[in-house]
T-cell receptor, first 114, second 108 residues
Framework: EAQVTQNPRYLITVTGKKLTVTCSQN?????MSWYRQDPGLGLRQIYY???????DKGDVPEGYKVSRKEKRNFPLILESPSPNQTSLYFC?????????????FGPGTRLTVT | RKEVEQDPGPFNVPEGATVAFNCTYS??????FFWYRQDCRKEPKLLMS???SGNEDGRFTAQLNRASQYISLLIRDSKLSDSATYLC?????????FGAGTRLTVKP
């Protein structure tokens, strides 16, 4: 089944404790991205990657890191999480970097930083 | 001003009603446009792309007005299962901009 998976789905952590949210897709998509969703603000892009070893900042990259060592995986790293990073996070992928392709989203990761 | 703006609603309509959502965007260089549907606490899923000529998929019709920089979604004969949040999405090159969503509740 074609899908985007994320882990963990739910995470409660404390300020400053490094964490990684994994994202994997099995559709051989070139383009992957991370979003956060907050009430009233919609989805905001954190980082995106057009292909292996190619990543770029989105709208709200501060406090986040990503890597794209393999085509299928695109982990999101919070080196020192803070409470303002409490949010719902979605990983997404699409076939190419052109904007005409449908995006496929993972099921989301609900992160709480205390 | 937000790059993509939507009326947050909520829109509460009876079954069978016709409901329309609008979305405005600020960047005239925007290239492609979509409507996504998001159920509560779930991931967004593509509902339909929006083409310049307008397009229809069953009970759903999407239209684009580049001159006025807005897109619309019309839902005819609303079903209970249409209850969701509808997200307007605008692509500018490789980047996507999402509206905050319009919440629709269809009641019996």
């Amino acid at each position: 089944e074609a899908q985007v998976t994320q882990n963990p789905r739910y995470l409660i952590t404390v300020t400053g404790k490094k964490l990684t949210v994994t994202c994997s897709q099995n559709m051989n998509h070139e383009y992957m991205s991370w979003y956060r969703q907050d009430p009233g603000l919609g989805l905001r892009q954190i980082y995106y990657s057009m292909n292996v070893e190619v990543t770029d900042k989105g709208d709200v990259p501060e406090g986040y890191k990503v890597s794209r060592k393999e085509k299928r995986n695109f982990p999101l790293i919070l080196e020192s999480p803070s409470p303002n990073q409490t949010s719902l996070y979605f990983c997404a992928s699409r076939l190419g970097s052109g904007g005409y392709y449908e995006q496929y989203f993972g099921p989301g990761t609900r992160l709480t930083v205390t | 001003r937000k790059e993509v703006e939507q009326d947050p609603g909520p829109f509460n309509v009876p079954e069978g009603a016709t409901v329309a959502f609008n979305c405005t965007y600020s960047n005239s260089a925007s290239q492609s446009f979509f409507w996504y549907r998001q159920d509560c606490r779930k991931e967004p899923k593509l509902l339909m792309s929006v083409y310049s000529s307008g397009n229809e998929d069953g009970r759903f019709t999407a239209q684009l007005n580049r001159a006025s920089q807005y897109i619309s979604l019309l839902i005819r004969d609303s079903k209970l299962s249409d209850s969701a949040t509808y997200l307007c999405v605008v692509n500018i090159g490789v980047e996507e901009r999402f509206g905050a969503g319009t919440r629709l509740t269809v009641k019996p």
